[in-house]
Structures are given as structure tokens and as C-alpha cells.
């Protein structure tokens, strides 16, 4: 099954049932393997655990940027079943 096809069956990726949440770096930071694997990307965080065997460059690849903010291209409408939230204003990256 391609991604496309999985990310539109109804699964819950997030991982939240359906909640949207505001991320702090530091729970952002506790996704960081490979079974929970969160990323910010343009201050919105995605749950990327489900999207590891589907990832073009592979898990290695997708690992670099887990518990991260990174920066990706074509991820809104690849990710969009994934979104859990917002990153928090509040947070600072060092």
C-alpha cells in the first residue's frame, strides 16, 4: 500500500485521536524514536511514526530529524493525516 492510500484510511497517525495540541520544545523532544517520532516543520508538528517505512530516503533519513525542527519540502499534503499541532510560540530553539 502506497502512503497516499494509507494516510486517507481512516487511521488515527497523530496518535491523538483527532485532538490538535500546542507542542512545547520540550514534549517535542521526548518524540524522538523511531515508534514515536514527532518533527516541526514550519511550526507545525507531525507525528512521522507511520510515514517510516514510507519515507524515499528511508528511516535513517527521516530519524535525523526526530524530536527536531526541520526543514522539509512537499510535507503539507504528505503529512496532513500526521498534524498534531501547532509548535508553542513560547518555545526557544537554541
Known sequence: MDW?????SGKDLT???GRLIEVTEEE???HNRREDCWTCIRGMVYNVSAYMDYHPGGEEEL???????HR???????????????????????
Not at 63 to 69: D, E, N, R, S, Y
Not at 74 to 81: D, G, I, T
Request: aromatic fraction near 10%.
Open 72 to 94: 522539509w519540502v512537499n510535507y503539507e499534503s504528505m503529512l496532513k493525516e500526521c498534524l498534531v499541532g501547532r509548535m508553542s510560540t513560547k518555545a526557544v530553539w537554541h
Open 4 to 8: 497516499i492510500r494509507f494516510a486517507k
Open 15 to 17: 496518535g491523538l485521536r
Open 28 to 30: 517535542l523532544r521526548k
Open 63 to 69: 530519524m535525523k530529524a526526530a524530536g527536531q525542527v
